[in-house]
């Protein structure tokens, strides 16, 4: 046995604000959305991180004999 449920928002005057139906459509329309900035923020922290400053490489410095 299925039971169907409806959920209906109605403001003070008595006026239908919303439905289940029309809830339902922007909570799938919020969940898409928070996927996709989910991945774009994923695939940013999987990009390289550029350093602004080139790194050049150091040679070791030439040790000096003793005395």
């Given at each position: 046995m299925a039971l169907?449920?409806?959920v209906t928002?109605?403001?003070?005057?008595?006026?239908?604000?919303?439905t289940g139906k029309q809830?339902?459509?922007?909570f799938k329309e919020?969940?898409?959305?928070y996927q996709?900035?989910?991945?774009?923020?994923?695939?940013d922290r999987e990009l390289p991180e550029e350093s602004p400053?080139?790194?050049v490489p150091v040679e070791?410095?030439?040790p000096r004999p003793r005395r």
């Open positions: 169907t449920q409806t928002i109605i403001n003070n005057s008595g006026k239908i604000i919303s809830l339902a459509g922007i919020a969940k898409a959305s996709e900035k989910k991945a774009a923020i994923k695939a400053l080139q790194t070791p410095p030439i």
